[in-house]
């Protein structure tokens, strides 16, 4: 079983910052990508931002310059820092990685129960 445990969400002013963090746990061969999504109300769920196992990372436009992926390969923990937050960033976000319990399988997509991420005055 492969589960994934997102934290950090909350309530934050315009213009503060969050940081959300995702551990996986599990039997776990390998890790391919960590990335962070995002749903607001009536609308479609939007990739953020997400980093590959070569240490690459890339981003939505919206959010670049004010979000940050990282991860911490030892802890199998991806964080996402957020900076300049606005009104529009308000969404449930969800973190996503693609992995393989065992070599013989292929690679498989698990997500996170979702933070709630809240951005208003």
């Known amino acids: 079983q492969v589960q994934l445990v997102e934290s950090g969400g909350g309530l934050v002013q315009p213009g503060g910052s969050l940081t959300l963090s995702c551990a996986a746990s599990g039997s776990i061969t390998s890790i391919s990508v960590m990335a962070w999504y995002r749903q607001a109300p009536g609308k479609e769920r939007e990739l953020v931002a997400q980093?590959?196992?070569?240490?690459?990372?890339s981003y939505a436009d919206s959010v670049k310059g004010r979000f940050t992926i990282s991860r911490d390969n030892a802890k199998k923990t991806v964080y996402l820092q957020m900076n300049s937050l606005k009104p529009d960033d308000t969404a449930v976000y969800y973190c996503?990685?693609?992995?393989?319990?065992?070599?013989?399988?292929?690679?498989?997509?698990?997500w996170g129960q979702g933070t709630q991420v809240t951005v208003s005055s």
């Open positions: 996503k990685v693609r992995c393989r319990k065992h070599w013989y399988e292929v690679d498989n997509d698990y």
């Open positions: 980093t590959f196992s070569t240490g690459t990372a």
